[in-house]
């Protein structure tokens, strides 16, 4: 079982940033890529933040705190991958753009490092097919945010060797998380679970069967949920959860993982979630940047069973508005009764 001393990250996001947090804290030096300047920056005020936040509620001394800092380097360069024992790829989860990536690394990375995926969905077996190292490739999913979730879902694919396997689960162990391995099948354990909730809460609010307060609320009290599943989803990210929903129906090849007709409107219109700065949600529009669109609303979200309007649903700025039809600035938001 080979030592990981040094961690490449790629994916200067969420995940990849609090990935490289929870390596970094636990003694292991990290080199954290991403190909934009500014997405590192934010990477690395977020992390800072993060590990502040530990300092202030005593969870890290603050000497500790400026030492996980020293290990973590910056870099808009794959090369620095170089001396990686083991990667992390925490990018977009698209299949194609995974591959990709993989294809890069392993004629980066030498030939003894692990490569592994932060998927939550995708087949290791198939990314591992792009490379020439299918033993040395895994999954290594983290639970998001990954500084606080004690959890790791580690999959095998095809091919993946027993030292492979070991040295990961080994890692996952080091960085204080609880291991659980799963077979390399659509979704794994916890999405397979977790998004078809998530997409039938989507559903819900759809039909009009209840509000997302109702809803979330619902969810949280009656089923000791921390967050209900729309809140959930709004902080996952809604173009992350689109895209699993995408890789089940897919994979799983049965109809009930179709993804929701409100979740795909959200995504088409940009409004993914907390990562945006968007409050999502709140009622459907269709928007494209730079383009003004004429959208009906109708009852709650474009249904057309006919039944009461929810003015109660709406922005505090249109409710007092006539209904029939809206055009919607996107530059603006600007709300204005359309003329017939």
């Known amino acids: 079982m080979s030592e990981v001393k040094m961690i490449g990250v790629v994916g200067g996001g969420q995940m990849g940033s609090g990935i490289a ?13 991403d190909l934009d300047h500014r997405a590192l920056s934010i990477a690395s005020s977020s992390i800072s933040s993060s590990i502040d936040r530990f300092v202030s509620k005593g969870a890290l001394s ?7 800092f020293k290990r973590l380097r910056f870099t808009t360069n794959l090369e620095d991958f170089h001396a990686a024992d083991f990667i992390i790829e925490a990018i ?7 591959k990709s990536l993989f294809v890069k690394l392993d004629k980066i990375a030498k030939s003894s490092a692990i490569l592994a995926s932060n998927t939550s969905s995708i087949s290791i077996t198939r990314i591992a097919s ?4 299918p033993r040395q490739v895994i999954g290594m999913h ?27 689960k080994a890692l996952s162990e080091r960085l204080g998380k609880v291991v659980i391995t799963s077979q390399d099948y659509s979704g794994f354990i916890v999405n397979r679970i977790l998004m078809p909730m998530i997409n039938e809460a989507f559903f819900t609010l759809y039909n009009g069967v209840g509000t ?19 809140e959930l989803a709004d902080f996952i ?6 895209s699993i929903m995408r890789v089940l129906h897919a994979g799983l090849g049965d109809n009930k993982y ?21 409050q999502n949600l709140t009622f459907s529009i269709c928007l494209t940047v730079g383009m003004v669109q004429t959208v009906q609303i109708r009852s709650v979200l474009c249904r057309q069973n006919k039944r009461k309007f929810r003015r109660d649903l709406l922005p505090r700025q249109v409710k007092k508005k006539r209904w029939p039809c809206l055009i919607v600035s996107m530059r603006f938001f600007k709300i204005e009764k359309m003329r017939e």
Do not use: W
């Open 62 to 68: 603050k000497a500790a705190g400026v030492e996980v």
């Open 92 to 98: 977009v989860e698209s299949e194609d753009v995974k």
């Open 258 to 278: 179709a993804p929701c007709p409100l979740l795909v409107q959200y995504v088409d219109a940009g409004r993914l979630g907390r990562k945006r700065g968007l």
């Open 237 to 242: 990210g809604l173009d992350v959860c689109l």
């Open 21 to 33: 947090q929870v390596a970094a804290m636990h003694g292991v030096d990290v080199v954290l890529h």
């Open 130 to 133: 792009s490379t020439t190292r």
């Open 212 to 230: 997302k307060e109702d809803i979330d609320r619902g969810m949280k009290l009656g089923t000791s949920h921390p967050m209900g599943p729309l």
């Open 142 to 168: 983290f639970m998001n945010p990954p500084p606080l979730k004690k959890l790791i879902e580690i999959i095998r694919g095809a091919d993946t060797s027993d030292e492979t396997f070991a040295t990961t």
